[in-house]
């Protein structure tokens, strides 16, 4: 069931489709499970309640959302030798948010909202209760090399998402919450603004075969009882696909060899659930954030154009990815675009924020932080083409790097995301009951 994504005028950009989207995945979860939460669901739309209903997703016990960062519809049909013929019969194709980054998706995946409800609307953007340019996946001032400074520093960071997650509407009296994630970032980051940190239910794994064997176990205490609750909702999430692919590229061996890897596993975690007879009651959701583009031109700003916009800056610009965030003095806004325009040339698109609030998802009935949304998401936007990065200038003069540097370093990249392009934006969603899957594998 393919998404018909609106094409932004003369460019290479689509709006986000939020009546089919990543933010309606959980929740429908969580409607799997005899809980509405009161936030959109894939069972509000026609065309994929069909699909819930002909997979026979509800009335689950356990389900099992799983969430796969950096995995592109395109590239999935591209690689895969046996999801994507199952997604295709017993699933559809979902948009991602605006920007494709990995916070702001996260944050509409486990609110059940658009960026424009619950604020995160970037990676590093500025937040005026601290005057800072905050990094969302770290919960840290920019410039810190620390994580979860935010949360250790006494103060109620979680007052920077607008509206609570689905974990802090459920009943935990009828509804277990487990999340597997990877032990290196548990109970980090983004993580605190989604879960209350006094009430975690967070497990960590080291691989992929570790993964699979406790979210077996898990669902394992589930039929037999040691779970208390009547149901269950596991939520996991894979990162190291969007690793593969911001060091090697989207189009790299390795990614697809971290993909093929992910996808055997994921084969014998569903036998294994068969011949335990684990199946008829779980509901499996498996989806993704967002897709990446492969980065072979990098732009950068020379000294003098460094010095010119700083004239027009109220503030250092933040990052999407491949979106960047500049927030401009109001009296220079005009000689600012201009000067933007000319120096990304036909390598993207420069907006006004006034240009971009459909592409947050800001329906009629949430417009409402539409001011405090231009102050987070900034005064113009930049959005480049497929293929481009942009070099940010760095408060502090960095060495150049040799190649053994180049390896050791995260920061560079060859694929990234942020923008809008269709490979970005457009995610497959498998959906049905686990027995249907393993009939077919």
């Not at 995945?25 to 819930?52: E, H, M, N």
């Not at 590229?249 to 055997?264: D, K, V």
Request: aromatic share 10%; glycine share 6%; hydrophobic share 40%.
């Amino acid at each position: 069931m393919s998404l018909d994504l609106k094409s932004i005028s003369n460019t290479p950009f689509s709006i986000p489709d939020y009546h089919q989207n990543i933010s309606m995945v959980v929740p429908s979860a969580f409607k799997c499970l005899d809980q509405d939460l009161g936030r959109r669901s894939l069972f509000d739309l026609p065309q994929t309640k069909r699909v819930l209903e002909a997979n026979e997703c509800m009335d689950a016990e356990t389900a099992v959302v799983i969430l796969v960062d950096t995995l592109g519809f395109t590239k999935l049909q591209e690689m895969s030798n046996w999801l994507f013929p199952i997604i295709k019969s017993h699933g559809f194709q979902l948009s991602s948010t605006c920007p494709t980054i990995t916070s702001t998706c996260l944050m509409s995946a486990h609110t059940g909202l658009t960026p424009c409800e619950h604020g995160i609307v970037g990676h590093k953007i500025y937040i005026p209760e601290y005057d800072n340019i905050i990094d969302f996946l770290k919960m840290s001032p920019i410039d810190f090399k620390t994580r979860d400074s935010l949360m250790s520093s006494g103060i109620n960071f979680r007052k920077l998402a607008w509206n609570p997650s689905l974990y802090d509407l459920m009943n935990r009296d009828l509804v277990a919450h487990v999340g597997l994630i990877h032990h290196r970032i548990l109970g980090t980051g983004l993580s605190n603004l989604l879960v209350d940190p006094k009430i975690r239910t967070d497990i960590g794994y080291a691989n992929m075969i570790d993964l699979f064997a406790k979210a077996k176990k898990i669902i394992k205490n589930k039929t037999n009882k040691k779970i208390q609750q009547p149901k269950m909702l596991l939520n996991i999430y894979i990162g190291y696909l969007d690793e593969l692919s911001h060091l090697y590229g989207p189009n790299s061996q390795e990614y697809l060899a971290g993909f093929h890897y992910f996808e055997i596993r994921l084969r014998e975690f569903i036998n294994t659930l068969e011949k335990n007879g684990l199946c008829e009651k779980t509901t499996l959701f498996l989806f993704s954030d967002h897709g990446q583009v492969p980065i072979d031109k990098i732009l950068a700003f020379t000294k003098d154009d460094i010095e010119q916009l700083g004239k027009y800056l109220s503030f250092r610009p933040g990052r999407s990815g491949r979106a960047i965030h500049f927030y401009i003095k109001s009296e220079f806004l005009d000689e600012a675009k201009n000067f933007l325009s000319n120096f990304i040339g036909d390598k993207g698109v420069v907006y006004n924020f006034s240009d971009v609030v459909d592409f947050l998802g800001c329906l009629p009935s949430n417009n409402h932080n539409i001011k405090r949304l231009q102050e987070r998401f900034g005064d113009l936007i930049v959005f480049l083409k497929t293929g481009y990065h942009l070099d940010l200038p760095k408060p502090t003069k960095e060495k150049k790097m040799d190649w053994i540097d180049r390896l050791m370093s995260p920061t560079v990249k060859f694929g990234s995301h942020g923008s809008l392009t269709l490979d970005e934006l457009i995610v497959p969603c498998l959906a049905s009951n686990v027995s249907k899957i393993a009939q077919q594998i």
